[in-house]
C-alpha cells in the first residue's frame, strides 16, 4: 500500500512568487492535515481538510496561504508572495477519520532566497 | 493552555543501553502519537495509543491516560535509533494533533 505521497521533496522559490505543495493520501483517506515545522519552533497544525470541505484552518496565517483537497486529486497547499519566514518543512499527514492514527508524508522543504 | 510536555529534551546513549521518553499532557485526550524523525527529517509513525501498552520489537510505549502521561521505552539502542522522539496529542473537542518539543536521542557506538 503506498502511503502519503508529497511533491516535490525539495522546493525553492524567490521572494514573491508562489509555491505549491502537493499530497496525495493514503488510498482510502478523506481526512487530510497539514503541519508546518520551522527552525526551533516545532510542528504546528496549519490546516484540517475532509474531501471539498476546509475543517479547521485555525492554524493558518490568514494572509497568503490557501488550502484545497478537491473531490479528485491532491490536496494543495499555496503559499503566494513567499517571505524568507516561510522557509520550513511542510508535512501532510492523512487519517481514515478523525481521531484516528495519521500517517505522514515525507514533508517538502520549502527554501525561500 | 494545551500542552505537551517531553522530558529528557535531550540524550546521550551508549550502544545497547535501555531508555525511557515522558510525554506530560494537560488534558483529555482522543489520540496520542510517538514519532521518529529521522536524521533526513521523516517522522516515522511508532505508536498510535491513546491508552494501554503496545510493543513493537524493541520499542515499547505505555500510556496511562487517567494521569496524563505517556512513556516510550527503547531497549538495547542501536546507533539508527538517534534522531528527534515526538509524542503528539489530538485533545477533546479537536482534530489536530498537538505535539511536544521532542527528545533529542543520539545512540554512540
Known amino acids: 500500500n503506498a502511503g502519503v505521497m508529497q511533491n516535490p521533496r525539495h522546493l525553492v522559490r524567490r521572494r514573491g512568487q508562489e509555491a505549491r505543495l502537493r499530497c496525495s493520501p493514503v488510498?482510502?483517506?478523506?481526512?487530510v492535515y497539514w503541519y508546518r515545522q520551522l527552525p526551533e519552533e516545532g510542528l504546528k497544525f496549519m490546516v484540517y481538510?475532509?474531501?471539498?470541505?476546509?475543517?479547521?484552518e485555525s492554524g493558518m496565517p490568514k494572509e497568503r496561504f490557501s488550502a484545497e483537497f478537491p473531490k479528485e486529486g491532491p490536496s494543495i497547499l499555496r503559499i503566494q508572495q513567499v517571505v524568507r519566514g516561510d522557509s520550513a518543512a511542510y508535512f501532510c499527514?492523512?487519517?481514515?477519520?478523525?481521531?484516528?492514527?495519521?500517517?505522514f508524508g515525507p514533508g517538502t522543504r520549502l527554501t525561500v532566497t | 493552555g494545551i500542552q505537551v510536555e517531553q522530558s529528557p529534551p535531550d540524550l546521550i546513549l551508549q550502544e545497547g543501553a535501555n531508555s525511557t521518553l515522558r510525554c506530560n499532557f494537560s488534558?483529555?485526550?482522543?489520540?496520542l502519537q510517538w514519532f521518529h524523525q529521522n536524521p533526513w527529517g521523516q517522522l516515522i509513525n511508532l505508536f498510535y495509543?491513546?491508552?494501554g501498552t503496545k510493543q513493537n520489537g524493541r520499542l515499547s510505549a505505555t500510556t496511562v491516560a487517567t494521569e496524563r502521561y505517556s512513556l516510550l521505552y527503547i531497549s538495547s539502542s542501536q546507533t539508527t535509533d538517534s534522531g528527534v522522539y515526538f509524542c503528539?496529542?489530538?485533545?477533546?473537542?479537536?482534530?489536530?494533533?498537538?505535539f511536544g518539543k521532542g527528545n533529542q536521542v543520539v545512540v554512540i557506538p
Open positions: 499527514a492523512s487519517s481514515p477519520g478523525p481521531h484516528y492514527e495519521q500517517y
Open positions: 503528539a496529542v489530538v485533545y477533546y473537542g479537536n482534530n489536530r494533533l498537538a
Open positions: 488534558d483529555s485526550v482522543n489520540n
Open positions: 488510498k482510502g483517506h478523506s481526512h
Open positions: 481538510l475532509q474531501k471539498e470541505n476546509i475543517i479547521d
Open positions: 495509543i491513546p491508552s
